[in-house]
């Protein structure tokens, strides 16, 4: 059976969302927060390169789903909704149709922008 949730464990919380309603995760000095459909946030105790192992080891099937972007983002490359390379804008678009504008570098918009449309067909 696939797994279809991220789970994140400290000795404290434990935080399971559904890979679906994850949008994108911005990293936070040693910190990550998670930022999913509908507008939710959560904080976790993890850092960016942390996660992005997680979301390889327990998402496998999923995991190309979600691409880092620079430093300081992972994106769920579902909700991409446009991606303008010199303004370095990314604009994400949930299922309610809330708007998310992140800023990113041109090289790495260009990467994803590439990345989108050699996996279109």
Known sequence: MTNTH?????????LRVAASHILYISSDGNYCNFFQTGGEMRLVTFQLGQVERMIADQLPELSRN????????????????????????????DSQQNRYTLSASKDALKALKDLIETHML
């Open 6 to 14: 991220l789970t994140i464990s400290t000795s404290n919380d434990l």
């Open 66 to 93: 979600f691409v880092r972007i620079g430093k300081s983002l992972i994106i769920n490359r579902n909700y991409v909704y446009y991606i303008h390379v010199p303004k370095q804008q990314l604009i994400l678009v």
